[in-house]
């Protein structure tokens, strides 16, 4: 289990840590967590996610079960320098769909004594990096990865596979569009999809 770091009031560098996984790993649910105990120990907290981000609700981060924690949605990475002023702990969800200025932005804040928590996807539904997360991975102090059960095997699942027939790299949903798969069902799925020349 991640245990925090302590935060003093001579401390002057703060740092990063990466909540990553699959879809229905339990990302954001952990996300939230971790804000909430920041909170309950009045700590000066702002919480961040991608405008773009609308599924559950326009403005809070809400997990798949429901959790939910009120946040800014922003269009870019450099609106987080701009708001997140005088904050001891910057939270930021869906990571993946943020622009590559995402690491810098988060060094920038832990660098003026920011604690960073950072949560998204790590590959996307073709199973490739995602985004900004691999160099969010290799910044980080701390990186966390989650998984979800399989839907098909029963195993632990690290791979989003998508079910509806898209091929934007982007496309919102949830059990709707995704399901969390093992790496045996995945690479079968992806090689069943290929078959049907629907692969690439």
């Known amino acids: 289990m991640f245990l925090e770091n302590k935060i003093t009031k001579e401390q002057k560098v703060g740092w990063i840590e990466v909540i990553c996984g699959s879809m229905f790993s339990g990302k954001t649910e952990e ?12 700590q000066k907290v702002e919480i961040f996610k991608p405008a773009v981000d609308t599924r559950y ?14 946040s800014t949605p922003v269009p870019s990475s450099n609106n987080i320098l701009i708001l997140a ?6 939270g930021i969800d869906e990571a993946q769909f943020f622009d590559d200025n995402l690491p810098h932005v988060c060094n920038q804040l832990a660098n003026s004594g920011v604690r960073v928590i950072v949560a998204g996807l790590d590959m996307d539904f073709q199973g490739r ?7 969010l991975m290799a910044i ?11 839907v098909r095997t029963g195993k632990l699942a690290n791979y989003s596979h998508r079910t509806s027939a898209n091929d934007k790299l982007v496309e919102l949903g ?11 069902a995945y690479f079968e799925a992806m090689e069943k999809l290929r078959q049907k020349g629907g692969g690439k």
């Open 174 to 184: 949830a059990l709707d569009h995704y399901e969390p798969l093992s790496r045996e």
């Open 57 to 70: 609700d326009e403005v809070e981060v809400v997990s798949h079960d429901a959790n939910s924690i009120r």
């Open 140 to 150: 980080a102090e701390y990186v966390t990865k989650v998984h979800a059960i399989c």
């Open 85 to 90: 002023d005088d904050v001891e702990v910057v």
């Open 31 to 42: 996300l939230i967590r971790r804000l909430k105990r920041a909170q309950f120990a009045k």
């Open 129 to 135: 990096p995602f985004g900004p997360m691999p160099h």
